[in-house]
């Protein structure tokens, strides 16, 4: 087994970290740690506010056992010498601060934006750009580190990078312009969206969300080149909106292709891809990697989501567009607490290590 | 004061209208038809569940008291003689074979699509396309009708064309990419929508209505040629999904323009196009016909959609698209209950009286 | 294995009940019926809607694989001679013409009201009234029937009734006020109620729920006597509400007892009442069949309504009342499409195997 | 016009006091204080989110035009001497040490329960016990000031004792058990309700809340004593609890009598103290003080909560009680942030003003 240790323990994706990693094959999560308030408690004691006695616990499933009566350290408290590997849960601000010290020695699997867009810092999704991993020997060597930061996309661009990635490799991508209507998980909880902001309504706008997704879509499914990342010549227009859905990033997209696709095309172009994943082999990876409905009603965030554990993307709709001259339309679904947030860091954990990275 | 009767008068949209002619200073309802079940009854008591005495009325102002007592008539009893002009609130079916009985001596305006795509039937839409009038004597002439069919546009096509016009008048356009979040109210109460499928959801699809705005968007924004509308010649594609919103389609429009146009240029051409507005001076025509919101987080369906009555068209986060050479995009919010439907009938009955063709 | 057949299989009720015979131990879903429309489609295709192509399926779980390409019957070629039980998942008015038919030669265990008023039907709920189960011995008798009709309580007066059968038992009980709270799956889907209506709204009446409500809980505390059930000598007032939540009843209830009482003193008795339950080796039977929160937080419907499978009555909020002299208060949650309707159906033909009289 | 000042005018019930005091005939609002972070800018300024240039701003109606420009004062530059009256909306801790630095000089109207409960401070709501005005000369005098504290109730308690009070007056009560389903405007937005908690979701708990509710009822609805209210003799029981619904707060009373009583006397008493009520000409009274619905299905929040701009209570499903011996149970909805805040505190100033008391 390998040891691991878990930064940002006690809020809402440090607790996604907590229920995927438990029982893991691979993995024991072996400290925990948090902001000062939480050190020295129990995990389920700092999960549980002072006054009210109200247990801030926000998973489908219950506190796993093996983490209730762990206790938090604090984050300086953590010797990054005694783990293989170290999750972290941060906000970016802290993230840049925190994540580069662990770095010096240890592998960072990070959800924060803080490295995604430097130069020598890959942003991987097994099965899509497996060979990014690569990255991480050249940051090694130029920033001078044993370990690396390794960190996730946005999870809006999760979704959307899987989809695409099998239409570019059969049929080319040129344009595309994606809607999303995201859940209020993706906000978290800090306070996240109030409910009288969001109740019968949408918000048509979330700050620095849209350039994210185009930049990182691009690097993803980029060429990796002696030392650092090309962006796929694609071009990529996003409006990013907020819906009144708990979980489960909804994506409509428009996609301009190099040569001429059929939507039965794309299906089975998803299809193949899917059965034919890369890391289908690994722990956390879900049965299916991608799901493509005939049925013109899904994907829906609410009966979809929580398939083969939230790691699946889900597509449907699949119409040849009315305005490219070659191009398809299609809307998808992705967990964006599962498959882009905690799960999805474990299963990129899974991927480096088969790889020998960590 | 100008007589009109009401086809479809106990259903949702025909409650609409009997608020959208409470006191209105040119037409006079003087006679409200339904379904067989409700003829003889008064109108309240024909908005009454009979086993449980629950009222079936959806709107916030309550029933207008000029209609509460009225007798609803059953549809044959109507003598279209009596009347300057019939608006009709039915479904797609019954309008066919019933709109063409009144049509024939007496004006129509339609909220249903059934003569929406035929070639001597115009969507207008007032102060878009006025001079497609024109087109209603020449459907006069080819049927042989004293009155005419004249419906609206789908609900979702008027925000959208509206917010197009003053872009293609200044700009020119070549391409629209429209990702819709319709409301609830849009797809009626019989049963419409029920809660158990939409609450914490969104369901992609809307059996019928990408393509119908993209007809129609296109027949909207066409010229008028000796005897039908040339389409303009735009490419449109649309994917409409449902939120769960109970009033207000939003829609995220993408637009390649012809020339190069900067974000501001459009905030100033929509506000010039709403200022100059051909029907300002119509009854009910709001005081603003498009309103830009620089404020990023606008427009949101509960917060906007009740301003000018659910007349105004508001548009909001305007930006220069990072897709196409020339183009930008944008997001819109239309009262698919009041300018989108009965709010919007009675404004085009006001145009063509005004035109003379009433 | 025991053969049953199930009447009613394509509606939301029916649909539980398929997900709750997956796999039984004891019974083996032989034969499935429905009305005139679905009758000679394989199951999957009689849940999917014709002209959308839309899968008709309301539970989180897909459509299990065994009942997937059973064909369904028409309900009067189900010959009652090849099975050892029926279960039902009807209207009320067609459960009063078609579960009598079955009843004279096998046993129904029914969801609807049709019958449950009636002196020689008992109203069971597995662990609370298994003495009343005797009573279908004299239903038997009296009708000249070899089966009998078992009917579930209404899925509002389940919780309730397990909540107040260990107070009763220890501390007596005199009075009941309660306010429920329900879910929009109680409502069904037929149409159910429409969002339009419930969104971001309460309906504070739903027909004939009050009374039901009343008239049960007497009936189940009961006694029974030579020949029928003694009312319980409560006395019981309820309002009834719908909420905005998909499912699962929240039931606020304040109990005046003949004995003083403290809130520890209840919730010990709650727990010992559960823990001790008759039919907790039934294989349907919760791991706990009672759970009692400390977290005044909860019980809430969301978070609470999935534990041991909807099969598990939770409490919370246990006080002293003001009011009475003797008297707590508390606030309780079931699962009304869980233990409320076919799961709790399951385990009531479970208890029914397990007294030989299946 | 009285010259009145407003302290904590950015917050939610600030801005509802800025709606409220539009165009007021008898009041003019001169002066805004808040908190440090806004002072010095311009109110419409200090409502905008620095960062994101998102307007702060809840109410359906726009910015009033006459507070857009002012500029927002420090609380501590409010000179008294310049106000007739002051409004606060207050947190309670920052109300217990402002409100008095203001009360020695001038009227304070709170909607804070700081004072709520002391000896000499009355707790008024127009209408009903306006005999209570008569504690504040004898506050005056205990305390040496030349203003006073007059603090609004709890906004859940508003419409109880409304409603309560033409029962009482009538026929005398005993016991009251109340269950209410709060609008999430009730908890503010600082930051409120998380969306995250609440969709699809009841929280069957309010800190304090409930206790707030039978304290102050029977305050309300006692009598003033030589020097301080003697609490009317009732026993009140209430469970509070957050519903999905953004205003208005439903509350489900069970009330026993001292005499017999009728639904339909109760209806007919309730509409003639409505009738009668004494602040009938107070510019702020509504049309209806109290509206009772024959339609089992009313009140809704979403469809009544508007009527008489949120002044009205509104009362349905008046049935006689079946625990109570004597007794009536109904439902009733009040606005919590219109009658319940801002508006209901300008009613109060407005009897006070009547009564020569400001």
Same mark, same amino acid.
């Given at each position: ?28 999560l ?13 995990? &389920?004691?700092? +999960? ?6 109200v !247990?801030?616990?926000?998973? /489908?499933?219950?506190?796993? =056992? $093996?983490?209730?009566?762990?206790i ?6 953590v ?8 999750f ?7 993230a ?8 010096r020695?240890v ?41 690396? &930061?390794?960190? +996730? ?6 979704? !959307?990078?899987?989809?695409? /990635?099998?239409?570019?490799k =059969? $049929? ?9 209507m ?10 996240g ?87 289908q ?33 889900v ?44």
């Amino acid at each position: 087994m390998l040891k691991a240790a878990l930064i940002g323990a006690t809020g809402a994706v440090g607790q996604e970290f907590a229920v995927a990693l438990n029982r893991h094959p691979w993995f024991e999560l072996a400290q925990i740690a948090s902001s000062q308030r939480s050190a020295g408690k129990k995990y &389920i004691d700092a +999960l549980r506010d002072k006054d009210s006695g109200v !247990l801030k616990w926000h998973n /489908k499933e219950q506190v796993p =056992d $093996y983490i209730r009566d762990m206790i938090v350290s604090r984050v300086e408290d953590v010797d990054s010498g005694e783990f293989d590997l170290i999750f972290t849960a941060l906000e970016s601000d802290d993230a840049r601060t925190i994540e580069p010290t662990f770095a010096r020695s240890v592998p960072v699997i990070s959800t924060a934006a803080a490295f995604r867009y430097e130069k020598d810092v890959p942003i991987l999704i097994p099965g899509i750009n497996d060979n990014h991993v690569e990255l991480l020997n050249i940051q090694r060597k130029t920033r001078g580190w044993k370990g690396f &930061i390794a960190p +996730l996309p946005n999870c809006t661009t999760t979704g !959307l990078t899987i989809t695409l /990635k099998p239409i570019m490799k =059969d $049929y080319g991508i040129e344009d595309i312009f994606m809607t999303s209507m995201q859940a209020l998980s993706g906000a978290g909880r800090s306070p996240g969206v109030i409910a009288l902001d969001i109740m019968d309504n949408v918000i048509p706008y979330i700050p620095k969300e849209e350039e994210k997704v185009q930049v990182e879509t691009k690097k993803i499914l980029g060429n990796l080149d002696s030392e650092s990342i090309i962006p796929a010549p694609i071009k990529v227009s996003c409006t990013c909106t907020r819906v009144p859905v708990l979980d489960g990033h909804t994506e409509v997209v428009f996609v301009g292709t190099k040569k001429p696709v059929e939507p039965e095309q794309v299906k089975d172009a998803m299809m193949r891809f899917s059965r034919d994943i890369s890391v289908q082999k690994l722990p956390s990876s879900p049965k299916d990697y991608i799901i493509v409905h005939d049925d013109p009603s899904r994907p829906q965030p609410r009966v979809d989501r929580e398939i083969n554990e939230g790691m699946t993307t889900v597509v449907g709709r699949l119409r040849k567009d009315t305005v490219f001259e070659n191009g398809i339309k299609y809307v998808l679904l992705s967990h964006n607490e599962r498959m882009g947030s905690a799960r999805g860091a474990v299963l990129l954990a899974e991927l480096l290590h088969d790889k020998g990275m960590i």
